[in-house]
C-alpha cells in the first residue's frame, strides 16, 4: 500500500490528453512540491517533472504537472507512442521524515 | 555529464551479505545528497534511506531501518547500500539516485539483486 495513491492504469489514443492523479495527505502534497518520473519498460525512472511544474531540460512541453491542496496531476497532451510508461509521482513526507512515492500509473497509448 | 553507474547483477543465497555500489561522476559528489530506491518485481518504488556524503549523515525509512547499510568512499566518488543478512524478499533492483529529497535529479541504471536458495 503505497502512501502515495495513483490509479493503477490509463490510457489514450495518440494525440489525446490524459491526465494521471496522485492524492497524499497534509503530511506529503499538502505540504511539499510534488514531483513526477517517468519509467519506460525496462529503464530507470527518469525525472519528468519537479517542483510540481517544472519540466528538466529536454522533458517536452506537451508534459505538465499541477498541484493542489493535498492532490497533483499530471498532464500529458498530444499524446505519442512513445509515452507508453510507467508514471510515478513522489513527495517528501513529514511525518515519515522521507521520500514516499505513489504506485505508479501505467499509461497505454491504444 | 552527470552520472551514475552502478555495479552489476548479483545472485545470492538467503543469509548471504552483500555490497552493491553506485559510483558518480561528472559533479562534486560530496556536495549532494545520494538516496537508494528498491523497485521489486513488477511493483512500485521505494525509497530506503539517503546519505550525504560530505558528512556520511544517513537517513532511512522505518521500513528500512536496521535491514540495510548506506555508505560512500568519498576518495572514489561512489555509495553504497549493503545488507549483513539477505532474505529471499529482498529479490528486486536498486536503484541509486542523486539528491536526499523527492527531486531525485539522476538515477543509476539499476542492480539486479536475486536472492534464492
Known amino acids: 500500500q503505497s502512501v502515495l495513491a495513483q490509479p493503477p492504469s490509463a490510457s489514450g489514443t495518440p494525440g489525446q490528453r490524459v491526465t494521471i492523479s496522485c492524492s497524499g495527505s497534509?503530511?506529503?502534497?499538502?505540504?511539499?512540491?510534488v514531483y513526477w518520473y517517468q519509467q519506460l519498460p525496462g529503464t530507470a525512472p527518469i525525472l519528468l517533472i519537479y517542483?510540481?511544474?517544472q519540466r528538466p531540460s529536454g522533458v517536452p512541453d506537451r508534459f505538465s504537472g499541477s498541484r493542489s491542496g493535498a492532490s497533483a496531476s499530471l498532464a500529458i497532451s498530444g499524446l505519442q507512442s512513445e509515452d507508453e510508461a510507467d508514471y510515478f509521482c513522489?513527495?517528501?513526507?513529514?511525518?515519515?521524515?522521507?521520500?514516499?512515492f505513489g504506485g505508479g500509473t501505467k499509461l497505454t497509448v491504444l | 555529464e552527470v552520472q551514475l553507474v552502478q555495479s552489476g547483477a548479483e545472485v545470492k543465497k538467503p543469509g548471504e551479505s552483500l555490497r552493491i555500489s553506485c559510483k558518480g561522476s561528472?559533479?562534486?559528489?560530496?556536495?549532494?545528497?545520494i538516496s537508494w530506491v528498491r523497485q521489486m518485481p513488477g511493483k512500485g518504488l521505494e525509497w530506503l534511506g539517503r546519505?550525504?556524503?560530505?558528512?556520511?549523515?544517513?537517513t532511512y525509512s522505518p521500513s528500512f531501518q536496521g535491514r540495510v547499510t548506506i555508505s560512500t568512499d568519498n576518495s572514489i566518488s561512489t555509495a553504497y547500500l549493503q545488507w549483513s543478512s539477505l532474505k529471499a524478499s529482498d529479490t528486486a533492483i536498486y536503484y541509486c539516485?542523486?539528491?536526499?529529497?523527492?527531486?531525485?535529479?539522476?538515477w543509476g541504471q539499476g542492480t539486479p539483486v536475486t536472492v534464492s536458495s
Open positions: 539516485a542523486r539528491r536526499g529529497d523527492a527531486h531525485l535529479d539522476y
Open positions: 561528472g559533479y562534486d559528489f560530496t556536495i549532494f545528497w
Open positions: 546519505i550525504d556524503p560530505s558528512d556520511s549523515y544517513t
Open positions: 497534509r503530511f506529503n502534497i499538502g505540504s511539499h512540491e
Open positions: 517542483n510540481d511544474n
Open positions: 513522489a513527495a517528501w513526507d513529514a511525518s515519515l521524515s522521507g521520500v514516499v
